[in-house]
């Protein structure tokens, strides 16, 4: 089992920059990839990005070379993932979720047997 706790979501202007932290503990060496995703009420929830345990990354093409995902391993059974996010848009006014699992598909948190933070809203002001 491993448990992940997200922090740092909040109101941010646009063009502003906000940094996401997931602390993921418990059964960790397990969990071969870590990663976010964001939701609005109404749409399904969408992966943007992941990062694997060899510390290849992901991001989607709607956030690339304006968001940045890494992971720190702090001991055996910790670790924090952390999403930077820069040149912030209203667009990106979303739940974001932190997730691990035990394989990457296509670079992210594979859904079969993932494991969900409690998300964190991040509102980006006009």
């Known amino acids: 089992q491993v448990r992940l706790v997200e922090s740092g979501g909040g109101s941010v202007p646009t063009g502003g920059s906000q940094t996401l932290s997931c602390e993921v503990s418990?059964?960790?060496?397990?969990?071969?990839?870590m990663g976010w995703f964001r939701q609005i009420p109404g749409k399904e929830r969408e992966p943007i990005a992941g990062?694997?345990?060899?510390?290849?990354?992901?991001?989607?093409a709607s956030v690339k070379g304006r968001f940045t995902v890494s992971a720190i391993s702090r001991t055996n059974t910790e670790n924090s993932l952390l999403l930077q996010m820069t040149s912030l848009q209203p667009e990106d006014t979303s739940i974001y979720y932190c997730?691990?699992?035990?394989?990457?598909?296509?670079?992210?948190?594979?859904?079969?047997?993932?494991?969900w933070g409690q998300g964190t809203q991040v509102t980006v002001s006009t």
């Open positions: 997730a691990a699992a035990r394989y990457c598909t296509g670079g992210y948190p594979s859904l079969t047997r993932i494991t």
């Open positions: 418990g059964d960790t060496y397990s969990w071969h990839c």
């Open positions: 990062i694997d345990g060899s510390g290849r990354s992901a991001l989607a």
